[in-house]
């Protein structure tokens, strides 16, 4: 069965650093990209990123770039989302999600990791 | 650059056909893909490539695509369909995908 397993809830203070990350279970993690999805509370998705795990070749949404960092780690078919400096605003649910080629539809979600920032 | 229009809401009694539209300029031309999501759940694919359905998708949830706009069709709507839909387009250009602002079904 294909699964991508989120790490759990976090709460953070403006100005610290976090990782969160997205365990792939049943399928070959090499071969498809990752992407990263934001929400806010009681708003839409937003597209944040996509690595393939493969190469690590990583495209950002403009809106994220230099915001945040994603990597992989092929030896524990994992992606991770990292934040230098955390701000309020970063409160949201993260989903990773694993897209299916050719006609890109993002076919398996994680659970959602939430992320407070709040002093 | 893609927009993706949606309407904020739908309300439906049960037993009838919820009709959900993703407006774009000739997104017929483009793979329309539809996500459901209940409160506090992760998206669920129900509808990719326009029409087809993953498997354990009911066939209750059918998909078209043509001009302007992509529907997503749910027909003898229950209660438990009730949550918000999104439409997703790829953007070949910037290599993402991009969301409607997506659709509060409610089932009266």
């Known amino acids: 069965e294909v699964q991508l397993v989120q790490s759990g809830a976090e709460v953070k203070k403006p100005g610290e650093s976090l990782t969160i990350s997205c365990k792939a279970s049943?399928?070959?993690?090499?071969?498809?990209?990752i992407g990263w999805v934001r929400q806010m509370p009681g708003k839409g998705l937003e597209w944040m990123g996509i690595?393939?795990?493969?190469?690590?070749?990583?495209r950002y949404s403009p809106s994220f770039q230099g915001q945040v960092t994603i990597s992989v780690d092929k030896s524990t078919n994992t992606a991770h989302l990292h934040w230098s400096s955390l701000k309020a605003s970063d409160t949201a649910t993260y989903y990773c999600?694993?897209?299916?080629?050719?006609?890109?539809?993002?076919?398996?979600w994680g659970q959602g990791t939430l992320v407070t920032v709040s002093s | 650059s893609h927009v993706l229009t949606q309407s904020p809401s739908v309300s439906v009694a049960p037993g009838q056909t919820a009709r959900i539209p993703c407006g774009e300029d000739?997104?017929?031309?483009?793979?329309v893909h539809w996500y459901q999501q209940k409160p506090g759940q992760a998206p669920v694919l129900v509808v990719y490539?326009?029409?087809d359905r993953p498997s354990g998708i009911p066939e209750r949830f059918s998909g078209s695509n043509s001009g302007n706009t992509a529907t997503l069709t749910i027909s003898t709507v229950e209660a438990g369909d009730e949550a918000d839909y999104y439409c997703?387009?790829?953007?070949?250009?910037?290599?993402?995908?991009?969301f409607g602002g997506g659709t509060k079904l409610t089932v009266l």
């Open positions: 490539d326009d029409a």
């Open positions: 049943g399928y070959s993690f090499t071969n498809y990209w």
């Open positions: 000739n997104i017929g031309r483009k793979s």
């Open positions: 690595i393939y795990p493969g190469d690590s070749e990583t």
């Open positions: 999600a694993r897209r299916r080629v050719p006609a890109d539809q993002l076919d398996c």
């Open positions: 997703q387009v790829w953007d070949t250009i910037g290599h993402h995908p991009v």
